[in-house]
């Protein structure tokens, strides 16, 4: 199943010679070759193991292999945009033997870590951050009159976030070499889109018309008299034919020297545009074509696939399955499509992840009423606000933690006027291999100190779907539903009554402790129940439903009739869903212990979403010996 890799032995021989930083620099060009195919298998049969990124590692094989010819680690900065195409760099910084624990709970990271490494420049997570990283390296080394290296790598995808050109603005005047690579694959996760990503083509696809650029001047050349002149006015127009002949006129007109574009799989072609680039004094983009998934057949027919992707089978490229049942995320897509075939006025936004969010699905039925704006979280919640002005109901599905990069515009552009904008909040809590910088447990946080909008949470699937058809079509402004990565729960699907705004579930009553469990914490809240009533412990049991409008009747009144009031949320302690709720009981001088239950507040780094919810004391054993050993104020 692999191509191009016929020559591969079982041993790698040439990659055995890696083992610290810098010891590319002991390999002659032609092994070089070698280690890129050894780098390929290595990285196939290792994510293969416990997923991971495949598809953007294998494009950067021969990119990271010349880089490291040309750098010197830990002095020089490298700074990997987004960061899931680190791999490569962390083979030759001397990880590769850990990467049996790659993701793994205290294992190497999938993404650039300063605290693993020094050879590690910035630590990143979250798309377009490289480039005004790298700029203020090179300020800083500037001030300290230090003189490395500083590169930043960035994808054609990541190049649709407007922080990018923020960055581009800034970086104009500057007077040392920055190098910003561009790593053009036309991919984001699935097909780049947008005005950059057809201008990028447009470059790729003008290099045969090079040679047309100097017949065109041979001719006019010739002609007596005006020849001259008429080739000087060829050149010097930019709004005509020098903007179909130059490439990169973009970049070189911003100030920002242009070199491409370049086979990004061609070694010696790297090599020498990487060190007429390092000389460059000022900022130089080098656009390098690459191809997402080169190497493996798999991934080279279905990138998006194996972009970030599971188990699987090395031989066919099969998925390990784990696990049959539906997904939250697969419920949000068909009911979206659902509510979407009933009211002409909804529209979707996806955030460059139509895949991952279930829209693929919306797009396929609504082609028109779709919108894939780029990497470009901040914007796109700003234009659901102007959707929503002209009498659209825009559904803006987003990971949680991606969502972050809209916080302004959410309270300004939507909340401030109260705008019916949906947002289907994907990933909320704990997310799990991808990290810190992944995890969605901030958003019960950063939302509810906003006014006018909705906040809810279901408790499994057909709770999902009602919750979405009442945001859509039964509340007038701004709604989030947050909801978890991974399997929807079934645990009493046909026990769901009417959604009420602002209204908690009441499951079960009990006389001793009081649990309000918000969102996904429901199963685990059940099963605490049970094994409290083992103990002769009698427990009320509330789906909390709202954050926002809070339930506080429904709360006043159990923290009145019970001892202990349990709160239960995958989202940090401070802002979260059990601060409202011991607010509220204090608010309305109810005297009661409370226990809130949630993640502390701190980062949570990588690891299987079960360890880490154990680790975190959010599982069924660690909430019931909390319970039990609770303090109880009489
Ligand atoms: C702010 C933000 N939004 C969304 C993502 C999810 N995401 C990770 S990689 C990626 C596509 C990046 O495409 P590109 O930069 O071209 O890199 P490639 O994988 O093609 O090499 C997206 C959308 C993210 N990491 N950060």
Redesign the pocket.
């Known amino acids: 199943m692999y191509t191009n890799l016929k020559r591969w032995g079982s041993v790698a021989v040439v990659l055995e010679k890696i083992n610290h930083p810098n010891d590319i620099k002991k390999i002659d060009k032609e092994e070089k070759k070698v280690l890129a195919y050894e780098i390929r298998k290595f990285l196939v049969e290792k994510v293969s193991k416990n997923g991971g990124h495949l598809?953007?590692n294998l494009?950067?094989v021969e990119l990271t292999i010349a880089l490291h010819s040309l750098m010197d680690f830990p002095e020089d900065k490298l700074i990997w945009?987004?960061g899931?195409?680190s791999y490569v760099h962390k083979i030759l910084t001397g990880r590769k033997d850990r990467f049996d624990e790659l993701r793994c709970t205290d294992g190497l990271c999938g993404f650039p870590k300063i605290s693993e490494s020094d050879c590690d420049a910035f630590d990143t997570?979250?798309?377009?951050t490289s480039i005004s990283a790298g700029l203020g390296i090179v300020k800083a080394m500037e001030l300290n009159k230090e003189n490395h290296k500083v590169v930043a790598v960035?994808?054609?995808?990541?190049?649709t976030?407007g922080m990018a050109y923020e960055a581009f603005n800034n970086a104009a005047s500057l007077k040392r070499n920055f190098t910003i690579i561009l790593?053009d694959?036309h991919?984001?996760?699935s097909r780049?889109v947008g005005g950059m990503s057809k201008y990028l083509s447009s470059i790729r696809t003008a290099r045969p018309y090079l040679g047309l650029k100097e017949n065109v001047e041979n001719v006019l050349a010739s002609i007596p008299t005006f020849g001259d002149r008429l080739v000087n006015r060829v050149r010097t127009t930019k709004n005509g034919i020098k903007a179909l002949f130059v490439p990169g006129m973009f970049f070189e007109d911003m100030g920002i020297k242009y070199f491409g574009p370049i086979d990004g799989h061609d070694l010696k072609a790297l090599n020498q545009t990487l060190l007429e680039a390092f000389s460059v004094e000022g900022p130089v983009l080098v656009h390098v074509v690459t191809k997402?998934g080169k190497g493996y057949v798999p991934a080279e027919k279905q990138p998006g696939k194996f972009?970030g992707v599971g188990p699987f089978d090395v031989k066919t490229g099969e998925l390990i399955s784990n696990g049959n049942g539906i997904k939250y995320t697969d419920v949000f897509a068909n009911e979206i499509v659902k509510i979407a075939r009933n009211n002409p006025k909804v529209v979707a936004i996806t955030?460059?992840?139509a895949d991952g969010t279930g829209l693929a699905k919306f797009k396929r039925e609504f082609p028109n009423r779709f919108f894939d704006v780029g990497?470009a979280?901040a914007h796109g919640v700003t234009f659901a606000g102007g959707l929503s002005v002209g009498g659209l109901i825009p559904v803006f599905a987003v990971?949680s933690s991606?969502l972050q990069?809209g916080f302004d515009q959410i309270i300004t552009d939507v909340a401030l006027t109260n705008r019916h904008v949906v947002f289907a909040i994907d990933r909320a809590g704990i997310v799990g291999q991808d990290g810190e910088t992944h995890q969605g447990d901030f958003d019960l946080s950063y939302l509810n100190l906003i006014p006018n909008l909705t906040i809810m949470a279901p408790r499994n699937a057909k709770e999902l779907e009602t919750m979405l058809d009442f945001a859509v079509n039964k509340v007038d402004g701004p709604v989030a539903i947050r909801y978890p990565r991974g399997e929807a729960s079934k645990v009493l699907p046909n026990f769901n009554s009417e959604i009420k705004l602002g209204k908690a579930e009441v499951i079960a009553k009990g006389a001793d402790v009081a649990i309000i469990s918000f969102g996904n914490m429901f199963d685990r809240a059940l099963n605490v129940c049970k094994l409290l009533e083992d103990e002769g412990i009698s427990a009320t049991l509330v789906n909390a439903r709202f954050l926002k409008p809070l339930d506080e009747d429904t709360i006043v009144n159990i923290g009145r009739t019970h001892k202990l009031v349990v709160t239960l949320e995958e989202n940090v302690k401070t802002g979260g869903f059990g601060e409202a709720v011991v607010c509220a009981l204090s608010k309305n001088q109810v005297n009661v212990s409370t226990e809130v239950i949630s993640i502390p507040d701190a980062f949570v780094p990588h690891g299987k979403v079960d360890e880490l919810n154990k680790k975190l004391g959010l599982d069924t054993e660690s909430i019931l010996h909390r319970i039990m050993s609770a303090k109880i104020s009489e």
Do not use: C, P, W
């Open positions: 598809a953007s494009g950067v945009d987004v899931h195409q997570g979250h798309s377009t960035i994808g054609d995808g990541s190049l976030g790593n694959n991919m984001s996760i780049n997402k972009h955030a460059a992840m990497i979280e990971y991606f990069r």
